[in-house]
């Protein structure tokens, strides 16, 4: 590490706008090892995983999950990216805890506690949505299905969503149940998925459209299929239904189909992810992040007429940005950076500084190396009077897609630093960095420059 190890909490990152700070202090990795318990849960496919060779693991949702199968020598997290962007692989997400509203309310519901109209979704379809408190915080992003009229599954990433959902209708006269279901997904990920799909079931994966949703079966065992995914590449979620019982009916087949069509068991793959500009809850976003601080501002629509938590904060937020002012003071951007290859996951928010003035003013949240790109890119928090001296763009969504000639100073570990101790070059990038494979609505909306931003 260079010769801030150790050093303060850098208190010339203005975070004032944060009732907890970020953690900047630079400790670099930790010979650790992550212990094993009854505490943390294990999900249903969870030894099916370490069968496959899974030796590196997080805890994300109060559950183990896998981070790295294939061991160095042999290719490591390079030939995991390799099978996912050329071939196809098989991802243990049951993290992805899901939790059931379901009921005569349901509906309206749901569209009080989201930003998004839930009423735009139909049965058997989804949509990406967040949750936001009252102060315009996002608490949780997910993928949001209806499998029925009454029925919706939140596909939650990684906070306890089940309790503040639970705790809404305190007080309320909402006609619903609230609670986890057992039911796991695992994502088939890759240019060869819908082989791979049509495979297993009887189904053509026309049947299934982006945010789609297909009852099947596989080995006789009820899954969920929607056209979702967490890499920018073409993928599908299977939901196995009463997965503590179905799991291995159902890995099983699907990791030999995989392997079938030359893939493996991988992790999710968070440099694949960057590129498309998805977002990590904990790690790019949290409950004191904005949407409109991260790429987000479309989360937040401007004809919802009825009500919802944050409304009030967020259509504030909307408008002071619209008239050029800027609420907070910091907002996240894509940089692509020199410096030698990030095969490994980031331990710290790395520092970024002003490359004139040498002042640490902003931090990544993510960084990796992309092959395809030939670069290491990253996702991270500068300040915003340094973009709005840069552009007459109000700094809402637009800015991400625009053209602006920006260097920042990016202090990576002596790993993967050119030289010990010394900052790397970056520049502002455009977000996301790459196309998806599937086309969000808003990047449509970009390419044929229209305003629709629904899913």
């Not at 839930?118 to 997910?142: Q, R, S, V």
Request: with cysteine; proline share 6%; aromatic share 8%.
């Amino acid at each position: 590490m260079s010769g801030d190890h150790y050093h303060s909490n850098h208190p010339s990152v203005d975070q004032s706008d944060r009732t907890v700070p970020r953690n900047l202090r630079q400790t670099g990795d930790a010979d650790i090892d992550l212990v094993i318990s009854t505490r943390v849960r294990k999900s249903p496919f969870w030894h099916l995983s370490v069968e496959e060779g899974c030796h590196e693991a997080t805890v994300y949702n109060h559950m183990y999950h896998p981070r790295a199968y294939i061991d160095p020598e042999d290719g490591g997290s390079e030939a995991e990216y390799d099978l996912l962007v050329n071939h196809v692989t098989l991802w243990d997400v049951a993290v992805e805890r899901q939790i059931r509203v379901e009921g005569a309310d349901a509906e309206a519901f749901v569209n009080f506690v989201i930003t998004r109209d839930a009423t735009d979704i139909e049965p058997m379809h989804g949509k990406y949505a967040i949750c936001c408190n009252e102060d315009g915080g996002i608490l949780n992003d997910f993928v949001l299905l209806r499998p029925g009229d009454d029925e919706f599954w939140f596909s939650i990433a990684d906070s306890d969503l089940l309790q503040w959902l639970q705790g809404v209708t305190v007080g309320n006269d909402f006609e619903v149940d609230i609670d986890e279901i057992d039911v796991s997904p695992m994502q088939v990920q890759g240019p060869k998925s819908p082989d791979v799909i049509e495979s297993l079931i009887d189904d053509l994966v026309d049947a299934v459209p982006y945010y789609g949703l297909l009852e099947a079966t596989i080995n006789d065992s009820p899954v969920l299929v929607s056209q979702t995914g967490f890499s920018g590449e073409a993928g599908f979620e299977i939901y196995v239904r009463e997965a503590t019982t179905n799991a291995e009916a159902v890995w099983n087949p699907v990791l030999k189909t995989v392997k079938d069509h030359g893939g493996a068991a991988t992790p999710v793959d968070g440099r694949r992810r960057i590129a498309a500009g998805i977002l990590s809850l904990g790690q790019d976003i949290d409950h004191e992040t904005s949407p409109f601080q991260v790429n987000l501002g479309y989360q937040v629509p401007d004809h919802k007429t009825t009500d919802y938590v944050g409304k009030a904060e967020l259509e504030r937020q909307k408008a002071a940005i619209e008239a050029g002012a800027y609420p907070f003071t910091h907002k996240l951007v894509g940089l692509k950076m020199a410096g030698d290859p990030i095969l490994e996951w980031a331990s710290d928010y790395w520092l970024i500084s002003d490359p004139e003035t040498g002042e640490k003013y902003g931090y990544l949240t993510s960084a990796g190396w992309n092959p395809d790109l030939e670069a290491n890119i990253g996702l991270g928090f500068v300040p915003a009077t340094k973009l709005q001296a840069a552009t007459d763009i109000p700094l809402d969504d637009s800015i991400y897609d625009a053209d602006l000639d920006l260097e920042f100073a990016v202090h990576l570990p002596d790993e993967y630093a050119r030289e010990p101790g010394e900052p790397v070059y970056a520049t502002l990038a455009k977000v996301p960095f790459t196309e998806s494979n599937n086309l969000s609505a808003r990047e449509q909306a970009k390419i044929h420059a229209r305003g629709d931003v629904d899913e």
